[in-house]
């Protein structure tokens, strides 16, 4: 088996192809199987690697074992191989060669004790028996000692899951960890490379381990821990300087994870190294070590709760250790890295760097030592803003931003806190942070950015200042904008001005204090800043700024500006729609801003004709898109509707069959409707505005039959129900009688199948009715509904008579109402001798209880449907409810009026006709009719 296997090896070794591909294909074959049958090639492969043959045979062994291991995804075998794999690197320690050899099969220990391959800690239990009998006893030497340590350290990774069987961490807290501990608290561990690599190890061996749970015999061997911290943090050889970081680094870590399990016998240690810090720091530190004795810091701070830190630790601690630390912060390019800097900086995590947890620090410690930190902070800033290098004005800014957010009480601004004598906020916008962000060429563009997100942490609004003060903020602002070299600057000056913007009169704030000057300028920047909207780099936060801006820019700004914004926009969404590598790199916020700055011109009446120009094509564009090349389309064509919808609903320009019409068949598309649900809404609002704005003539036949083809398959669900009823309404007002009627039957005739099991059906179809009366003749639209069911009229109006008074809309109530005060006195009801005299008084009687209430908006339109959760979804989905009123110029107070004068001359003339209206209808009806009359 091992001659095979170094034979396959060397194969694989081999500069032939084909060659190579057979040793590989043998290899994967022997290796791949479950671990029960892989198990067999261990040893093979271990022998090997210590073996004397050629070093690259022996690498490629030990890499095909640990690929081996992994592969085979654990099973019965795995207890064999993990203990094999240990046993002999406790015999024979690290094979000659290369350390990457080491490396792989402590790999592989570490995979074959893993949770993946090892679930129940069966492998894992045995190597850590098999470590107890075999390590720990025979560490005598250096290379046996590390050894030992890093078998012990590729056993605990497995802890870093946070899942560990309790008993596997019984037996390696007692077999392994106490034996370790006893071990080096009776050594004397000198100032040797070698002191320092044991205390690593085994400090990395215990942070593993309390990533789970805080082990009993830490707590217990607390004081025998502290002689592994005191080499770590008293005097060294310099040359060890390499090796003493390294442990610092674990030591942070590993009091740092003590900490958080709230253990008290750490809190001395951890109160000794915190006043370490206030002279250590005095010198600067490897990177690594300040992150982590940054995380240490906020930590003890936070969770010791008998930790006393009087004032001098806490102001040297400001002065010392966290401008010392707040120098690293990863050092990021910004021409290099500019994506994950604005990351860091707007998510404010500076993942990997100490700024985070430096801003908790200076929470906390002026929160123990409030003036004297704060002045601390501040009188540190004012130094550092006197160097030139630009990095330590870059920390000044840092610390004055911590100093004044960390004192900053709920409801007070930042210019309205007392602050140390010799110290004015004003005066450093007006002298330090403004300068910088002026000066393009001079200031470090990362320094500048830091100025420009100075500005933008406090905002316009916080900074009480005279507004010749704030003028000269908002002016740097727009300076920062403008830096197309960096667009750090950018996105943080769209920040800022987006914020003052948003708040409560912001906007208002800035027209006053910048006037037309101010405007002016800040969209010459964006005008040109659209260029770059067109290319590779798209900064979302410009889109966002220039949305911003018109909706808060003076009106006449806006319209004056219009024309020579709207060809920017349509190019930077024309790049998108019609590129898919263009539309994958552009994010959903970047594409939904370019529409809603569209969607703020596109009602602006003196760019009409511009806008059919050049926005209807990109419109075209975008609904004609196959969307299995672009699976955001959908979303864009939910814009498309509603930027056309609102288009034409405001245009007063009349609608052509060679610019708008071409977009209707679109809309009108069956399978698009099925298919696409989430278009629904939108969809029949852009509908609407198209049947109510087409000409008579041209808006019929194929046209009509297509949208009721959609009203039917809309219908049956409860959510689109009411949105089929508003296209069937649409059409009813605006399509001629001659087009509509013969379409309309069939529809009718589906729609009386479903009344008797929905009443949101039937709340929509007595509207429908109500509108065919009214707009259309009362006899056709009567005559239909007896042609489809002798029967219907009379329940169409016994349906009215009971739903009508209690439909949740105003708007509904009200055409019913119009509808019935006309039938109330039509020669058709009112006649004893007429065809349809029977249902006279179900109609005086519906119009009496519909103008009783009344239907002005007082608040109900919010009303439910019977039907809640049907109502609550629909209202969600579109956002607002809107149903269009067919009778603006109708009151409640005028139909009642008309509705009193017209009854009381009828029944005048036929007393038989008020005998049977004051027989049917209420008690109070001749008082109402009386109380109507006179008003």
Known sequence: MEAQLAQWLWQTLSADAAERAAGERSLRDATTAPLSSTSAVVPPLIRIVYGG????????????????????????????????????LLERGAPPGPPALHRQLLESLRWATSEAADPRGEASSRAVRLVAQLGTPHMKDSDSTVGVLLIVHALTKRFKTGRV???LFVEIEELLLLPLLQLFASTTLGNTPESFLYIKLLLKILNCVCTVQLPACIKL??????????????????????????????????????????????????????????TRFAQPQEEEVTYQAATFCDTALRQCATLVVDRDVATTLCSTFVPAAAHYRGAIDLEENYDEFIRQELEGCDVGT???ALKNIMQLLVSKAEEAAVAALLTRASSLFQSPNWKDKEVALFLVSGALFSRRREGESAAAQALPSGFSLRAFVDSCVCPLVMDANGSHPQLRAAAIKFLYTFRLQEMQFPDECVLRVLQCLVAGLSDEAYPACQTFAALALYGVMTVAKGGAKCSRIGGEQFFGQLFAVLVKGLHSLQSSQRNDHFSKLLMRVLMCAPRELVCACAASLLPHLVAALSAIVRSPMVAAACSPAFCHCLFECTAALIRLPHISELVETLLFPVFHTILTTQRLQ?????????????????YLETTTRPLTSETHLPLLPHFVDTKTWEEHPQLVFPFARVLRAFIRKTPKGLFSGELIEQVLTIAVLLSPSETTAL??????????????????FPCLAPLLAATASTLASSKNHQAGFIVLFSLLVTVHSSSLSLTTLQHIDPSFVEFAFSLLQERA??????????????????????????????????????VVNTTIALLREGFEVDGDDDADYDDVAAFVQLVLAMGTFEVEDPFPTVTTATLRKRFADHLCALLQNSP??????????????????????SK
């Open 53 to 88: 043959g050629d070093a690259s045979v022996r690498g490629a062994a030990a890499c095909f074992l640990k690929n081996a291991l992994v592969a085979s995804g654990g099973g019965a075998g795995a207890e064999d191989a993990a203990s094999f794999v240990a046993a002999t």
């Open 165 to 167: 069987p309790p008993r």
């Open 221 to 278: 061997n607390m004081s025998g821990l502290n002689g592994l911290f005191q080499p770590c943090f008293g005097a060294f050889d310099p040359t060890l300087a390499h090796a003493v970081v390294q442990a610092q680094v674990q030591a942070y870590k590993f009091l740092n994870r003590v900490l958080q399990h709230s253990c008290p016998q750490v809190e001395p240690t951890a109160l000794l190294l915190l006043r370490d810090l206030c």
């Open 354 to 356: 100490s700024r985070k």
């Open 630 to 646: 672009f699976p955001h389309m959908d979303v864009f064509s939910s814009y498309v509707a509603q930027l056309l919808a609102a």
């Open 723 to 740: 949105e089929a009823f508003n296209l069937l309404f649409c059409l009813v007002q605006y399509c001629d009688t001659k087009s509509l």
């Open 805 to 842: 008074p209690s439909l949740p809309l105003c708007v509904h109530r009200k055409i019913c109402a119009v509808c019935t005060v006309g039938l109330a006195v039509d020669p058709l009801f009112c006649n004893p001798q007429a065809p349809y005299a029977s249902l006279w008084t179900k």
């Open 912 to 933: 038989q006709l008020q005998n049977v209206v004051i027989a049917s209808g209420p008690p109070d009806t001749a008082a109402l009719l009386a109380q109507w009359r």
